[in-house]
């Protein structure tokens, strides 16, 4: 058991690392210099030059992989290059809170949902209720986020989009986690606006895994109620109910994780477009951003953040799927 | 069966735990009220942010809408016209021959961090742009420093007093002491910042900077103690969307009092609403686009010519701008004093487009279809306001009389990076102007001095000696009529040799809440809020 | 496709099980219905491609769906869209299974060292969304469609390696497939003449439903605004276009948005089916 935790936490540790500098040297092959999007329409070759020395641009790569590598350690991705001033550390301290936020929102409504139409799928099997929840399910999967981001924003056009909070809030909150902070503190009412402000983001984001979630477990609840226990359980008087909730959907929790873990990746992704769609100011614009202006200095410090948020989610899901399955731990120790 | 018992244990309660919070958080969220919204704060609704507030060290338009709040300048334009005006300079007075300038200075004025504002920091201000090492000029890009580079010094003569040398005489710079670049700084927080002064900067303006979150907001709090009286309303806001159609939204819902940059149709559907206000003006600006004389066949001015007859620019306005623009014919916009009204344009006509393409294959050897790479940028600017529109128009005209067009697309930046150095064909390309001169769009777009790989403006790598001497003539001649004859001559050679295709000067236009009024869109486009009130 | 169902009695029953899924059938209809519009796309629709009238006028008789900003007729340019999408997606596929496919094969038949370089490569391409890999290689290569099609393959790659190599790894364990490589057949053989014909059944699935993100990919890729020359008509693009002109008419936007869904749902619908058709003991419903 430890040992192979042991070994799973080293292999993402490996994992991130060589993601990293991979992302490093690729961009150092990119065509284009990297510190025109300061120059715009005024470049200065001789500043230029003055410039791409300031960044250690000139030097070796192997030299630069190394300084970067050694700021690293300390907790230093360096200044952005488009933005003077601008501490890239600092900037993902404001961004991954909000990206955070996002996800968590999004699979807070899809889980419910997705566990909801699935049993209600699987219990009126082959009956309307199912197929009104497969049908949804097919079209959760099948409408790309950025046409149903689209669509939502022009249905409910009441609803506030374009920013976390009402613009006329002064953002001077101690963590960047708005909802969560002000939930904790008891500001109810400011809550109440990052709700409603997150609202439609997260449902964007959360129709696929809503989809996938309620067809999984239609799935396993369709396997397990025909199971001879359930059968005798319900002999023995337990209320639908009882069976549901008390047997069925425990032995359904397995494969939803393990759809959750592959689904991480997928939701990181749709946060690129989602974010970019409702100008929500996550990692995910904030890369597109950096890549369309080809601030390479965000690039490599945001890649390397959301490889870390990727990485480590899907270890702790491991971690989650090894608690829910005691046969895992028998067999990974063996 | 144990090992499905054990796990049942585990589960129940977690999951039950789990479901009833997100149900409980679901019914929350549809019970909440909101707390009203301050009525004395200015929201500004715009489509990218700010890259840092130090006035010396950006281009970027979204920067300078903040600095110009933050920041006052020697000298500043009038309310309503481009007429200059005393701001922190009280008067000022020239030498005989041009070269010594002499600022009084008002006196009293304090810095946002209580610096006293003097000579020496008008000193310090400019020396951050003119001189090569200067010890706080932190940031190695200066967008601005062609402007000023013919200052020579500058000297504090006494506490209120500040001379100006200049190393030959010139009839743009007090117009150059006018633009943001020039904004004067405070010396005691530039040299505590350091190069974060960019995040934290400290001016003598009417609003003083408060905090900054990137893409989310950027707040402004009225100067209690401003020279001019305090701005009527208490804060400032800027807000960050990208997504003009939720800009539209936002406006809509009353989210934010101004939204600008906004496609053309919208501005035209908002009008509609009883609650929104549309301002209008006149931009100094052209939208163009370049053919790089150096490639052939646009070395050919028959073939410049057919591209010319080939587009059809009225349609183009509709199709690109719905409307809102001034076809152009000369660079020099018609809002500006040496506009040449009286060049006869090339009229569509694609027949005669036709038939100067079959004379250039006659006579120089061109062979059609001629092939030729169209650069755009991937980004609107308020000149070329939906550039995937235009260049689409474009192709489909120049294909329709024998050109095969491959259109190139890029980020802004690169999209200008290329085009100075002569990697395109033809390119769409653009100018707001700097200052309200048209030294600003004859020199700087079309002059062979500012030919270079390494940023020249002169995309079309245009060479007219006759009209190099005209130019540079102008720049040190002070006499506005003699100017006058210079840069008109100058526009009737450019529309002979047609090294560039003036597509439009467009209209600049915002549309804002009824709620706020005293503001007024200038000329200059520059966004100056301290007179805007806000009436619930 | 009748000489198939003879000779192969284990085809003919797959085919027979798909007829009867209604849903797939479904599919299969618009798949087939996107593939039509994209074939004869001139013949289909009403105004060749680069004709443009007033622009975004509200659909009428001349116009179904009106015309978009550039004046053009927005049923015409989404005809012309499926060529891009379909083309687009396809070859990508085609690019993802050609890499995907050997590298997964080798890695689950060859095992140790060699399968765990290849998937902690894969997972080093995982730990990134796949559509910043896309952005990164349309950074470097210079924008136009092959350039979206090459992003778009690059990232499919991993996915279908994966899947594959799952496969070869139960394959490999049964009892055909280690005769042949105790009776002394090489690698070689192995992996194109016993392995291979396992492996057909979950490639055409995966490729199926790998090409409706294929399109989607393609899509979110143009709607960011990083696709090639905005005259030829595309789906993502076109949607992005419209977003400037929404309070005028919906229409722009709606057409090629509710192309891409169904476009995508038909192949869903379709690889599901075949899922099941192909391997109807197991009720597959991820």
Known sequence: MWRFLFIRITQSFVTILVAV???????????????????????????????????????????????FLKELAQGDLGDSF???????????????????????????????????????????????????????????????????????????????????????????????????????????????????????????????????????????????????????????????????????????AIPITNILGYQIGMLLTGAVL??????????????????????YAIVQGGALMIATMFVFSNLLLDLCYLWLDPRLRVEEIS | MRYYFQLRKQLNMQIRILTLCCLGAMLFTLGCGSPPAPTNTLIYGRGGDADGLDPTHTDIGES????????????????????????????????????????????GVKFHDGTPFNAEAVAFTINR??????????????????????????????????QFKLKHPSATFISNMAMFPASIVSPTAVKIHKEHFARNPVGTG??????????????????????????????????????????????????????????????DELAKLPTIKIQETEGMNVGYMTMNMDKP??????????????????????????????????????????????????????????????????????????????????????????????????????????????????????????????????????????????????????DLDNINDDGGNNLSRYRNEEMHDWLIAAKSELDVEKRKQLYLKAQESIFRDAPVLPLVHTKVRIAQRKELSGYKLHPSSMVRLRHSKITP | MNQLAVSNSFWSRVSRRLRKNHAAMFGLVLVLGFICAATFANVLAHYPIDYAEDPNMLPSREHWLGTDSHGKDVLTRVIHGSRLSLLAGTVSIVLAIVIGVPLGAIAGYSGKKTDQLIMRSIDVALAFPSILIALLVMAALNRGWSS???????????????????????????????????????????????????????????????????????????????????????????????????????????????????????????????????????????
């Open chain 2, 129 to 162: 742009i003119i001189q090569p090492d200067h010890p706080h000029a932190y940031d190695n890009v200066i967008p601005f420093y062609p402007n000023y580079e013919g200052i020579e010094s500058v000297t504090p003569i006494d506490e209120h007093t500040v």
């Open chain 3, 148 to 286: 979206v099609i090459i992003a778009v393959g690059l990232i499919n790659i991993p996915i279908f390696a994966r899947q594959i190599r799952a496969t070869v790894i139960t394959l490999k364990n049964q009892d055909y497939v280690t005769a042949a490589i105790a009776s002394g057949a090489n690698t070689f053989y192995v992996l194109t003449r016993v392995l291979f014909p396992g492996i057909t059944g979950p490639l055409i699935v995966l490729g199926t439903l790998g090409l409706g993100s294929a399109i989607l990919e393609v899509a979110g890729l143009s709607f960011l605004g990083i696709g090639g020359d905005p005259t030829i008509p595309e789906w993502g693009g076109m949607l992005t276009e419209a977003k400037g002109t929404l309070t005028t008419t919906i229409w722009p936007a709606l057409a090629p948005g509710i192309a891409i869904s169904l476009s995508i749902l038909g192949l869903n619908l379709l690889g599901d089916g075949l899922r099941d058709a192909l391997d109807p003991k197991l009720n597959h419903n991820k």
């Open chain 1, 274 to 295: 989602t974010e970019t769609i409702f100008s929500w100011p996550g990692m995910g614009s904030y890369l597109f951003a950096a890549i369309e202006q080809r601030d």
């Open chain 2, 297 to 446: 066949p646009l070395d050919n001015l028959l073939v410049r010519e057919a591209i010319w007859h080939a587009i059809d620019r009225d349609r183009l306005i509709d199709v690109a701008y719905s409307g809102h623009a001034t076809k152009a014919v000369s660079m020099v916009p018609p809002t500006m004093w040496a506009h040449h009204s009286g060049l006869a344009d090339r009229e569509f006509d694609p027949e005669k487009s036709k038939q100067l393409l079959a004379e250039a294959e006659r006579n120089a050897g061109v062979k059609l279809p001629i092939k030729l790479q169209l650069f755009v940028m991937a980004q609107p600017r308020p000149y070329m306001q939906r550039p995937r529109q235009t260049v689409v128009f474009i192709k489909d005209s120049l294909e329709r009389v024998g050109f095969d067009i491959e259109i190139v697309t890029n980020d802004i930046r690169q999209h200008f990076f290329r085009m100075t150095q002569g990697e395109h064909q033809l390119g769409l390309a653009g100018w707001s102007a700097d200052i309200p001169d048209p030294d600003n769009f004859l020199y700087t777009l079309l």
């Open chain 1, 82 to 252: 488009e933005r003077p001033g601008e501490r890239i550390t600092d900037q993902l301290k404001e961004r991954v809170p909000a990206t955070i936020e996002l996800t968590f929102c999004a699979l807070l409504l899809a889980i419910p949902l997705g566990i909801l139409t699935g049993v209600a799928a699987a219990f009126w099997h082959t009956r309307w209720p199912d197929y009104a929840a497969m049908t949804l399910a097919l079209i959760g999967v099948s409408v790309p986020v950025f046409f149903l981001g689209f669509l939502l924003m022009n249905i409910f056009s009441n609803m506030p989009t374009g920013q976390r909070l009402p613009a006329w809030i002064v953002l001077d909150f101690k963590t960047d986690f708005y909802l969560f902070e002000s939930i904790l503190t008891g500001n109810f009412s400011m809550a109440g606006l990052a709700l409603k402000h997150i609202c439609l983001p997260a449902l964007a984001l959360s129709t696929i895994p809503a989809a996938m979630i309620s067809r999984i477990t239609r799935s396993s609840m369709l396997e397990v109620l025909s199971a001879d226990y359930l059968r005798t359980a319900r002999a023995k008087g337990a209320t639908f109910f009882r069976v549901v909730w008390g047997h069925a959907l425990p032995n359904a």
């Open chain 2, 64 to 107: 300078v809408k903040v600095i110009v709040n933050i920041f006052d300048k020697l000298v500043d334009y009038d309310e309503e016209t481009l007429d200059l005006v005393p701001s922190l300079a009280l008067s000022w007075e020239t030498s005989d021959d041009g070269l010594v300038w002499t600022f009084d200075l008002r006196e």
């Open chain 1, 21 to 67: 500098c991979l992302i490093f040297l690729s961009i150092r092959f990119l065509p284009g210099n990297p510190v025109l999007v300061r120059f715009g329409q005024h470049p200065v070759p001789a500043k230029i030059e003055a410039e791409m020395a300031k960044q250690g641009w000139d030097k070796p790569m192997i030299v630069q992989l190394g300084k």
């Open chain 2, 206 to 267: 009417p609003f003083k900077f408060e905090h900054w979150k990137t893409d989310q907001q950027l707040v402004l709090a009225a100067n209690d103690n401003h020279w001019r009286g305090r701005p009527t309303v208490d804060r400032v806001i800027f807000i960050p969307v990208k997504e003009s159609a939720v800009r539209v939204k936002q406006l809509e819902r009353g989210e934010i009092h101004i939204a600008d940059n906004l496609p053309p149709s919208e501005v």
